[in-house]
């Protein structure tokens, strides 16, 4: 047996623990098998291929959890969930392909798998499907409509944001408010989408779908935050090798930022030589490393994450509560304490 | 002033006029540019730059006249008919990082232009934009959302006939059903999103959006044929450019596949050999032209697309008729006496 959100009472405390014993993920996978089939025709193949990968399905459990958290029907908002789902993981099947990634969660990466033109357009399969999904939940017209265009928006907000992202690159000068625009565009979408396309399906007022909005912004930004911090948070090779991913890309990630925002002269011209393309990815990140280390950017960078978790937690004590409430508080605490 | 619908009836007979004597392309034209304006962000910049080069409309202006021929309101439909071009455009876009395509009507073609990053992120944009877009219609929340299913049903039935056509190819022995299937699912999905959303938010009735929804589908496949038909009707370098892409690219058109049907053993050989992909584009195409010549193939498939429009046109009679069925016809026409 499944164990239930109520079981979870004394997990408390352990975001991972509380997420892991909701439901919710395990009836979303099962809904993906149902809808995805083995053996129906090619794009079928490729869209199952991404979309069963192992996967935390976070963004769907935080829809569920938002429509549950103002009242409303898990039943009734699960093709929404899935719509979410099929929303991220062709954004990340888009993005290998621009990022040239061979693996993703842990397999070849679809375009590795299928090539780039079935990447493509399984990517378009996917966000086009997700909005016939979403015609399916079992609620009336109006709010339905006003989860499409949630879910809408904040799809083409990943879009600008990408887009942003590639216009900061090579640029340890980028002021943080910048930074912050790009990762609550970008990050932020996808939780955006989530929230508020729960809140809104669960039948919540205007406050409380404003409340479920905000709460995403800033839980997408922490994430964002703490993605940027994970390589210098641990010393095994895989975040190493990450940071050294950041770094050959020119990517100026938050703790880099803050440390500009604290660096006198020479560390910054140290800066900006690590994200210039001038060296190796491996030498960048040492020296992005070194300079962090010795400013105590990553402290500082961390703090600021986890002050934007705790004001996430103060949007919360808009909604109800309950069951939903309680693990969209997991999920936020689980943006800033995950290790990959 | 532009000429009103209504002024076109003795136009009736020369369908191309009738289309450019609508207003409705010049209304979608003005509704783009105000919502597209210059100087907003990057993707704004390259999304603007697909949509506002020169083409037909076509698509949307099928959406406008199935609303007009069910009784529907021009103005209501506009943001939807917006919503059509978004689709066709973003799936131009990524076709063309597909094809490899330079040029895209008479100018560099988005990828070549931009790159391919953002001629993925733009066609994304695109297709998240148009949902938004048809949120906007000014009309109840319950045929809004049965457009949407319809625009999201057609979106993925024109991905999975792109893989379906890939499928195909090197193939001159494909059966024509398969070909007609694929042609429906490639070709059909727009007009049917069109004509179908159309006639739904329309008002249309449950027997008015069958016959608008079949008559796209009879409109779209007779398209393909006509599309695949063109190297062969003309003498000019372009359309023997494209002649010779599609042999170059092995892709079996649709006079290909009916001379298959029509040759014996030696026939099927030569064909055969054209697609394989041993001799030149150009030494292809000239082989194919020789045996299709030789048969009458290319007489027998104009036919074929003439008899599908016959069809369309009966599917017509059960929409109450005016203006818009009338600019209706005029497209089902034009799908076959077009030179480009």
Redesign the interface.
């Known amino acids: 047996m499944t164990a239930r959100i109520s079981d979870a009472h004394d997990l408390a405390g352990d975001p991972a623990a509380l997420l892991a014993a909701s439901p919710v993920a395990a009836e979303l996978r099962a809904e993906l098998e149902r809808r995805w089939p083995a053996g129906t025709?090619?794009?079928g193949e490729v869209s199952r291929y991404a979309l069963l990968a192992p996967g935390k399905m976070l963004r769907p459990v935080m829809l569920v959890a938002a429509a549950e958290a103002v009242g409303g029907d898990r039943a009734a908002v699960l093709p929404a969930a899935v719509a979410i789902e099929y929303l991220h993981v062709?954004?990340l099947v888009?993005d290998d392909?621009?990022d040239g990634d061979e693996l993703r969660r842990g397999r070849a990466s679809v375009p590795v798998r299928f090539g780039?033109?079935?990447a493509?357009?399984?990517?378009?399969?996917l966000?086009?499907?997700?909005?016939?999904a979403?015609?399916e939940c079992g609620l009336?017209?109006?709010p339905?409509?006003a989860a499409?265009?949630a879910?809408?928006?904040a799809?083409?907000d990943l879009?600008?944001g990408?887009?942003?992202e590639?216009?900061l690159l090579r640029d340890p000068a980028c002021p943080p408010e910048r930074y912050r625009r790009m990762a609550a565009l970008k990050t932020g979408a996808l939780f955006r989408a989530a929230c508020r396309s729960g809140a809104v399906l669960g039948g919540g007022d205007t406050e409380q779908v404003a409340a479920a909005t905000r709460f995403a912004d800033r839980v997408g930004t922490a994430f964002q935050m703490h993605d940027d911090l994970l390589p210098y948070l641990a010393e095994t090779e895989v975040t190493g090798k990450s940071g050294s991913s950041d770094a050959g890309n020119m990517r100026p990630t938050f703790p880099v930022i803050v440390a500009h925002g604290m660096a006198g002269a020479r560390d910054r011209a140290l800066l900006a030589e690590a994200l210039s393309g001038h060296r190796s990815p491996v030498e960048s990140f040492a020296l992005l490393r070194e300079v962090l280390t010795r400013l105590g950017a990553v402290e500082r960078a961390a703090a600021e994450a986890a002050e934007e978790i705790r004001r996430a937690h103060r949007d919360l004590a808009v909604l109800p509560g309950g069951d939903g409430a309680r693990l969209l508080a997991a999920v936020a605490d689980l943006a800033i304490h995950r290790d990959r």
Chains 1, 2 share one sequence.
């Not at 966000?127 to 016939?132: G, N, Q, R």
């Open positions: 025709d090619h794009i062709a954004s888009h392909i621009i780039v033109p079935d493509i357009v399984t990517g378009d399969a966000i086009l499907s997700l909005f016939a979403l015609t009336p017209a109006e339905v409509l499409v265009r879910v809408a928006d799809g083409v879009c600008r990408q887009a942003l590639a216009e």
